[in-house]
């Protein structure tokens, strides 16, 4: 059990419900869940916590092919059975054959470290199910050795989820569970401002507010989120399109650089009716 | 108190388990939180509740519980208590307004109709004329244009500071009935079926050793294909028509079902099947498959979904001519049983509320058609059916018409 707090960091906005989230977390060495939008930083949280607390990160991105084996040890028979026929002295020991995955550097690590267990829904239903016993009691066994793994401490955990599949309530039930909601025009600003600092006021609020137009509306296939947002506002600096510009745009015109923040053509042919439209109807 | 709250919760239906009531103990115990309620609240819905979607009902549990106020909406039988109505519409009204209700019948009128309509209303909803929700005319919810209506839980234009939980601002998020692209994915997975075909591009490890170790201990390397989700489907939607107003739920159904299925084949049709349907809808009259053809070119290995309201003249069914497309020269339920007989994997499902079906004889032929296998086109029917598909039902040739 640790003491350490996270509070933010200068290039991470948290609110006061995700902090306490990931301090309960901290303080309770139990897995955090994080789930919301895609581009709402949730994969950043761990590499911010990691920072903030100056932990060594640990990442593990999980594919539709992952197993949670992986994430402890994989055994590599195939080596092992081509250093047989070559006559390798290494073969004796079966231990030369053992990778370990992340789960296990984390448990083996000197101080206290960060593990991000990244897009967790992206793998196989069952896989979650299969981590529970190495999350609850911090241990697992290499059954080629017969090796006790044990945590030297207990690593600050953090999962992430799109939602694309449920996961199972066993082991929801051992997390705590945060979801990043969409920012609203406040925790935005703030968030535009530690990644753009100095940024004029006037250029903000016009995006700011381009930007909440273009989510409003309605049939979207993929709304533009924080990090798209960022995007594009490094993309009007980098152009210097003036305040002005973009004030014009949001009546009856595209806003410049669209392409940053609606990303299929679904949408962006959606978008240009209904603009198209409106400017129609203003005539 | 909290053991308290603890079955509070269970009982709005959040399904919180001791394991996590312990968390918060321990956390609580460990001064994660300090003294400020916002924080016990923040610690407290993220250590209990795992799923956003049912962030809102926590929120009104924990408004209703720290409050010392009764419950305001219980989650299943949606009553509510008629003074705290009454009280909130009589802060809420002007005094010309009261006299219009009066007009209307009285307050407890307008009461009685609220309550039956939050019974019946099974889901969220904003805008309209009808139900209870946001915007909208009709005399119930928020952020109306109906005088006499009366404000349900918002709060409105007057800028009080409201507590987090009092904002129900993860309201949008709670999908109890509603379906969504995520959750048919989900339901369509059960009907996955694996199996190994194709190229063999994987080591078979197992195989391998084996192999080896019969091989005296020279490699000898085994191969076998990737394993694939193997089931095949064919998707036939209703188009237009009395269909226009469940266009989402079928969109959703159909890009859930494009992902899941890499053997997928869909086709449209108009209220029922006759001899041809078709997959380009702007070209429906030009380019017709003829459903002999489907049936030649796919397999009975093939599991047959329809999606369709079934909502329609019952002749449409049963006569010949009775298309209000084109003249078909053989009843529907003619082919619709052939259709049947070659696959006996099928299903009906039906985005009409199935409390509605008695009410329809075309929905009820189609149903017997079906061999009783149609099922509503919401989650839970979606699980059904999906069950309705793994076995096969042989279906008996009709006695009318000529095969």
Known sequence: ???????????????????????????????????????????????????????????????????????????????????????????????????????????????????????????????????????????????????????????????????????????????????????????????????????????????????YDIREVPGLKKKPSTSELLDWIKLLLAEDISPEALRASDKNAIPPLYGALLKNEQDVHLFEQLVFMHRRNAR | MLAEFFFLLRKAGLKVSITEYLTLLEALRLHVASVSVDEFYFLARASLIKDEALFDRFDQVFAAHFKGIEQLFQAFTAQVPEEWLKRQAQLLLSDEERAKIEALGGFDALMEALQERLREQDGEHHGGNKWIGTGGTSPFG????????????????????????????????????????????????????????????????????????????????????????????????????SMDDHVRVCEEMFSAARAEFKHLRYFYFHNFIYESVWKDNRRRHAERIPLAEIMRKYGPDYRVILVGDATMSPYEITYPGGSVEHWNDEPGQVWLNRLLRHYPHAVWLNPEPEQRWNYTPSVQITRELMGERMYALTLRGLDEGIRGLKRAVPVAPLSVGVD
């Open chain 2, 142 to 241: 928020h952020s109306g244009f109906n005088p006499e209506g009366v404000r349900i839980g918002g709060k409105g234009g007057n800028r009080r500071a409201v507590k987090v939980w009092e904002k129900r601002e993860y309201r949008n998020l709670d999908d109890s009935v509603q379906i969504g692209t995520r959750n048919i994915k989900l339901a369509l997975r059960k009907l996955r079926r694996f199996a190994r075909e194709g190229a063999a591009d994987q080591l078979d490890l197992p195989g391998t050793i084996d192999s080896t170790a019969r091989n005296a201990g020279l490699l000898d390397i085994r191969m076998q294909p990737e394993r694939h989700n193997a089931i095949k489907v064919l998707l036939f939607f209703d188009i237009g028509g």
């Open chain 1, 1 to 211: 059990m640790s003491t350490a707090r996270f509070e933010g960091t200068e290039r991470y906005v948290a609110t006061e419900d995700l902090m306490m989230a990931v301090n309960a977390g901290i303080t309770l060495g139990r897995p955090v869940l994080i789930k919301g939008e895609p581009g709402t930083g949730k994969t950043q949280l761990a590499e911010e916590v990691a920072k903030a607390l100056q932990r060594p990160l640990l990442e593990w991105h999980i594919k539709s092919t992952t197993k949670a084996q992986q994430g402890l040890y994989e055994y590599d028979a195939v080596a092992r059975l081509r250093d047989s026929q070559l006559g390798d002295d290494r073969v004796k020991d079966i231990a030369n054959y053992i990778r370990r995955g992340s789960l296990w550097e984390a448990f083996d690590s000197q101080v206290q470290p960060v593990l991000l267990i990244d897009e967790i829904d992206k793998a196989d239903i069952e896989f979650p199910n299969d981590l529970l016993r190495e999350l609850d009691r911090m241990e697992f066994s290499v059954y080629e050795t017969g090796e006790t793994v044990r945590a030297r401490h207990r690593p600050i955990i953090i999962i992430t989820s799109n939602n694309e599949k449920e996961l199972p309530d066993a082991f929801l039930r051992r997390c705590f569970f945060h979801y990043i909601r969409f920012p609203d025009a406040d925790t935005m600003r703030s968030i535009v401002d530690v990644h753009y600092p100095g940024l004029k006021q006037t250029l903000l609020s016009e995006a700011l507010k381009a930007f």
